[in-house]
T-cell receptor
């Protein structure tokens, strides 16, 4: 399904709970990204990784953490420190950093 | 940092008419400008892109123009069809610390009325 898979599609989080969103790609892309999408605000970069075992903060990294132990995988953890986590989260990858993303199908996270 | 503004936020056109979405960017270092289409409930997909050494690019019914002097670029869709209805995002990209940093516009919801 497009080479990049996000799971789960829907996720519900209780107050004070950490949750992890999965992102796996089989495109052999070096670069991977996490974006948050809110109505009227476009896509905002949370974290990105250009190579295994390396990642950098994006524009809105507070309250989030990531790891990149394998080229194929870039999981995002939404921690309890993220005060407004309800949003649509998109993972993306690219063969060259930033030139033409392939997006996953997204995870909709809701705080209950 | 880069700032990308996109207009209009919503656009309704009759089937068969043309649609134009405009974006401006602030940093002259931006050198790559992709456009993404996101249908309801689906992932964004790259539909066309342009690099800063090119002024115009066409792909069937869609075209993108770039004016580097004025720092603006536009998406043109001709002979619109109902399946063109979606949210369209522009983006501007530049090299930043060894990484191609992408800044997205806020999106345009296009509705094509049959």
């Amino acid at each position: 399904d497009g080479g990049i898979t996000q799971s789960p599609k829907y996720l519900f989080r209780k107050e004070g709970q950490n949750v992890t969103l999965s992102c796996e790609q089989n495109l052999n892309h070096d670069a991977m990204y996490w974006y948050r999408q809110d109505p009227g605000q476009g896509l905002r970069l949370i974290y990105y990784s250009q190579i295994v075992n390396d990642f950098q903060k994006g524009d809105i990294a507070e309250g989030y953490s990531v790891s990149r132990e394998k080229k194929e995988s870039f999981p995002l953890t939404v921690t309890s420190a993220q005060k407004n986590p309800t949003a649509f989260y998109l993972c993306a990858s690219s063969i060259e950093g930033g030139y033409g993303y392939t997006f996953g199908s997204g995870t909709r996270l809701t705080v209950v | 940092g880069e700032n990308v503004e996109q207009h209009p936020s919503t656009l309704s056109v009759q089937e068969g008419d043309s649609a134009v979405i405009k974006c401006t960017y602030s940093d002259s270092a931006s050198n790559y400008f992709p456009w993404y289409k996101q249908e309801l409930g689906k992932r964004p997909q790259l539909i066309i892109d342009i690099r800063s050494n090119v002024g115009e690019k066409k792909d069937q019914r869609i075209a993108v123009t770039l004016n580097k002097t004025a720092k603006h670029f536009s998406l043109h869709i001709t002979e619109t069809q109902p399946e063109d209805s979606a949210v369209y995002f522009c983006a501007a990209s530049m090299q930043s610390g060894g990484y191609q940093k992408v800044t997205f516009g806020t999106g345009t919801k296009l509705q094509v009325i049959p």
